[in-house]
């Protein structure tokens, strides 16, 4: 029996009609590309009023992504269901799997039109008139999420500059992979490390391309909250703007599609909480960091195994692009 067939049979199984009340069974069951650190399966609820498109997103046998990073998957459901309540774009949760389910750890969810691959939301013909809006609704959301109430969120780490950057140099050491240019950006980060903020919020953690579902009307779901913690919000604000999220679209910061002063201004409008400049340049840079030590990792999970993936490889190999953009971002040359 293939993968997806005893998936389909555990499915079936664990019981769709709890999950979605009248459902007799569970069809057209398959594994998605992508999710570098979960597994992803796409499948279609039988229903008497209609099938019902549903996510199984799960951890994979034996993977621990990111242990001291990574919030849980359980954490990851409340918080999008969270999310879902508050009105933010994010899938409805329908159920968390528990052990006599048969399906590890993960959770189902409604399945969401629209496209995450980047290539197509920022060249393709559908996404024209929509990517010039998109800047805004980004800085919309993200005050959207900043202002979730903490009282009412499961419980999360707090992250502060100093924390991180001192997690930072520890995975980097653990590599014992030698970088010139991360070992300066280390150091620019501790000499431009900026003061403690009042402003504590809920962050997503990883909001960019390939976690957004996007249509011809915008962003539709906010997706992969593994990374979601307590800190900063200007965190969020500089993540998104890490030129590995632009594909090639350097002139536009803000995932490709805008520019800073756009989503800047949304934000601002819905939070009424003033954005600081310099606090999200320092944590672009952070984040330049981060996600080039991420790709190492990737890397190094490469070769050890037991996952050889393509994806893995591909990541890995990113590593040494992360170090132009370092370079770019700490010695700047009016471009």
């Known amino acids: 029996m293939s993968f997806d067939a005893i998936t389909a049979v555990a499915l079936n199984k664990a019981g769709a009609a709890g999950w979605f009340p009248g459902a007799t069974g569970?069809?057209?069951?398959?594994?998605?590309?992508?999710?570098?650190?979960q597994e992803t399966w796409s499948f279609d609820v039988v229903?008497?009023?209609?099938?019902?498109?549903a996510i199984l997103r799960?951890?994979?046998?034996g993977y621990g992504a990111a242990p001291t990073r990574a919030a849980g998957l359980e954490i990851e459901a409340a918080l999008?269901?969270?999310?879902?309540?508050a009105g933010i774009p994010s899938p409805r949760v329908r159920h968390v799997l528990r052990e006599q389910d048969g399906l590890g750890r993960g959770f189902v969810m409604d399945r969401v039109a629209g496209e995450t691959i980047p290539r197509k939301i920022l060249r393709d013909d559908i996404f024209a008139q929509v990517r010039p809006k998109l800047a805004g609704q980004v800085g919309k959301i993200l005050a959207g999420i900043h202002s979730l109430d903490k009282s009412g969120l499961p419980e999360l780490r707090l992250m502060t500059t100093s924390s991180e950057l001192t997690e930072l140099a520890r995975e980097y050491h653990a590599l014992d992979w030698p970088r010139p240019v991360f070992d300066l950006a280390l150091r620019w980060l501790h000499e431009h490390e900026p003061s403690a903020t009042d402003a504590v919020t809920l962050v997503h953690g990883d909001f960019r391309h390939g976690n957004l579902i996007i249509g011809p009307d915008g962003i539709r779901a906010v997706l992969d909250w593994k990374l979601a913690h307590l800190g900063d919000p200007m965190e969020d604000l500089g993540w998104i703007c890490v030129n590995s999220w632009r594909f090639g679209e350097i002139d536009k910061p803000v995932g490709g599609f805008g520019r800073r002063e756009e989503m800047f201004a949304a934000y601002e409008a819905v939070s009424g909480r003033r954005v600081d400049e310099?606090?999200?340049?320092?944590?672009?840079t952070l984040g330049t960091l981060r996600w080039g030590l991420m790709c190492c990792g990737m890397m190094q999970r490469f070769r050890a195994g037991p996952d050889h993936s393509m994806e893995r490889a591909m990541i890995g190999r990113r590593a040494s692009e992360t170090e132009i953009d370092l370079l770019r971002l700490l010695a700047p040359r009016g471009v």
């Open 47 to 53: 229903h008497p009023s209609g099938d019902i498109g």
């Open 278 to 284: 310099g606090r999200v340049l320092f944590w672009e």
């Open 26 to 37: 569970v069809d057209r069951i398959q594994q998605l590309s992508g999710g570098a650190s």
């Open 58 to 61: 799960r951890a994979p046998a």
């Open 80 to 85: 999008m269901q969270r999310a879902y309540e």
